[in-house]
């Protein structure tokens, strides 16, 4: 079986060229990133990706340049993600391009990145003094001041347990459970991605020693932020069999973008909350 990913410019040198190009966008099949990290099924849940592109620039009519932070939402069924590298040249070619109209940036950025990554995007573009653009902090309980011994550095499943409790409570529990340690690596440039992760769970209590045990074995797991979010829904719903549950990734932004993926097993509104970290 051929796992090979074709990753299109990431970690080739690229020349900057200005002026806008849809054909910059290098899409991946979102099933060729599954099977690269060992699933080999679609995961059942719901999700979506969030893009922030913090450079995101244009030229009005007469030639002046304005400015936007760029919110793109990408539902996790879409059937393709975009290479980050392909994103940041095709967003770049913006910047010495006119538009007579802020719509009209924005009917052809949902035109070009719908036709992208396989399904309807959506696309705000929002002033650099925006409300939604504050500020906030993970809700739940950290994880990083636990005394665990660690050792495991590549994904390890056998790290998730549950605690074990006497006598007959098995009453489920609702949790959330948050880490700022994760890491994990570009699959193919091996660039560090750093990550706060968010884990909110109802059901038997998971151990959270183990969980933080295996968060932190991301750190050397090659994989792309929206298929190293993917394989930690899918190995906590396995080991640990939650009620519900839902995972989110809030990773740094690299030349001015970030992405937060999160996959839950309930059907909710995904809102976005930006770290002081990104």
Known sequence: MNNELHTGPLGEASQYA?????????????????????????????????W???????????????VAVLRLTVPAFCSHIVESKSMKLYLNGFAQTRFDSISAVRERLTEDLGSAFGGAVGVELLALADSSLGVGEL?????????????DYERNPDLLAL????????????????????????????????????????????????????????????????????????????????????????????GGLDINPTRSSEPQAFGMLRLSRQ
Request: hydrophobic fraction near 35%.
């Open 163 to 254: 605690t074990a409790r006497g006598g007959t409570d098995n009453a489920p529990v609702t949790q959330v459970l948050t880490t700022h340690l994760f890491r994990s690596l570009c699959p193919v440039t091996a660039q560090p991605d750093w990550a706060s992760v968010l884990v909110s769970y109802t059901g038997a209590p998971i151990d959270r020693a183990g969980l933080l045990k295996y968060l932190v074995s991301y750190r050397q797991h090659q994989a792309f932020h929206e298929t190293t979010i993917e394989p930690i829904y899918a190995d906590i719903r396995e080991r640990c069999q939650p009620e519900k549950l839902l995972v989110s990734g809030r990773f740094l932004r690299r």
């Open 18 to 50: 200005e002026g806008y190009s849809p054909e910059r966008l290098f899409p991946m099949p979102r099933a060729e990133g599954r099977l690269a990290v060992g699933l080999m099924a679609t995961p059942d849940c719901y999700g979506q990706d969030i």
């Open 52 to 66: 922030t592109g913090f450079e995101f620039s244009w030229l009005q009519e007469k030639g002046k340049p304005e």
């Open 139 to 151: 809700q739940g309980e950290c994880l990083d001041e636990l005394d665990v011994e660690i050792t």
